[in-house]
């Protein structure tokens, strides 16, 4: 019955059934794909966390996101009070598209609130991604936040089952470009450079290093468009520019 019903498809479809059976079954799985990131990306919103030590512009990144603005001029927010802010689904414009996002929870970077407002958030969103922000300024308190974050990832199975990607996003850029360089910035911090890229390998989410400078709009838009497209379900191809 099997050879009859290969034969039928392939006298129609002038294909054999095997193939025939493949070809349906990766445009099955293609359309599960596209309605699963659909409803992440236009319904749900995709879940995310800001993470980074205090005044690294954690509370700014989520402002420009939800104004779909390139610069924030002047914005000086208040410190961030402990158990963090409520931020709500919204609409971004991110790149040509608009997507929902869901940060859930504006925290601050105080060290006290590491063991509580940040393991809560961690643990509450199960975020597909992790955007990790430090400056140019004291490196050793930046460093201890990251390592920190990385043994909660490590730590916490459950809560990084949904990590797609970490996002270490250097920002303030205006301020350290006329004086030094990225590389030279970041080789500050290669023990924890290594650590985190040897962690997404090994845990299998993408990681990436990104300056940018919020306030004048500088570097935002393409560390935004590579990082969304990093935690949505299907990540579209993208181009050299």
């Given at each position: 019955?099997?050879?009859?019903?290969?034969?039928?498809?392939?006298?129609?479809?002038?294909?054999?059934?095997?193939e025939f059976i493949n070809t349906m079954s990766r445009?099955?799985?293609?359309?599960?794909?596209?309605?699963?990131?659909?409803?992440?990306?236009?319904?749900?919103?995709?879940?995310?966390?800001?993470?980074?030590?205090?005044?690294?512009?954690?509370?700014?990144?989520?402002?420009?996101?939800?104004?779909?603005?390139?610069?924030?001029?002047?914005?000086?927010?208040?410190?961030?009070?402990?158990?963090?802010?409520?931020?709500?689904?919204?609409?971004?414009?991110?790149g040509d598209e608009f997507m929902r996002l869901k940060?859930?929870?504006?925290?601050?970077?105080?060290?006290?609130?590491?063991?509580?407002?940040?393991?809560?958030?961690?643990?509450?969103?199960?975020?597909?991604?992790?955007?990790?922000?430090?400056?140019?300024?004291?490196?050793?308190?930046?460093?201890?936040?990251?390592?920190?974050?990385?043994?909660?990832?490590?730590?916490?199975?459950?809560?990084?089952?949904?990590?797609?990607?970490?996002?270490?996003?250097?920002?303030?850029?205006?301020?350290?470009?006329?004086?030094?360089?990225?590389?030279?910035?970041?080789?500050?911090?290669?023990?924890?450079?290594?650590?985190?890229?040897?962690?997404?390998?090994?845990?299998?989410?993408?990681?990436?290093?990104?300056?940018?400078?919020?306030?004048?709009?500088?570097?935002?838009?393409?560390?935004?468009?590579?990082?969304?497209?990093?935690?949505?379900?299907?990540?579209?191809?993208?181009?050299?520019?």
């Open positions: 019955m099997a050879n009859l019903v290969e034969q039928v498809i392939s006298t129609v479809f002038g294909k054999s059934g095997s445009g099955i799985t293609q359309n599960v794909d596209r309605f699963y990131d659909f409803v992440y990306v236009k319904v749900f919103g995709l879940p995310f966390v800001v993470l980074g030590a205090r005044q690294t512009g954690k509370t700014t990144l989520i402002e420009w996101l939800r104004r779909n603005v390139h610069l924030l001029g002047e914005y000086q927010p208040s410190p961030t009070a402990p158990g963090g802010d409520s931020v709500g689904v919204f609409n971004a414009n991110v940060p859930t929870r504006d925290v601050g970077g105080e060290y006290e609130m590491w063991d509580t407002d940040w393991v809560d958030l961690f643990r509450e969103t199960r975020p597909r991604g992790v955007i990790f922000m430090i400056d140019h300024t004291d490196m050793l308190k930046h460093k201890d936040a990251l390592n920190f974050v990385m043994n909660l990832i490590e730590e916490d199975p459950d809560a990084r089952t949904n990590l797609r990607s970490f996002l270490l996003l250097v920002n303030k850029s205006d301020l350290w470009t006329p004086t030094t360089t990225l590389d030279k910035l970041m080789g500050g911090y290669s023990n924890e450079i290594k650590r985190l890229r040897n962690q997404s390998e090994r845990l299998g989410y993408k990681s990436l290093i990104q300056s940018c400078s919020i306030t004048n709009g500088v570097g935002v838009d393409d560390a935004m468009q590579t990082f969304f497209n990093q935690i949505r379900p299907q990540p579209k191809r993208t181009t050299a520019r």
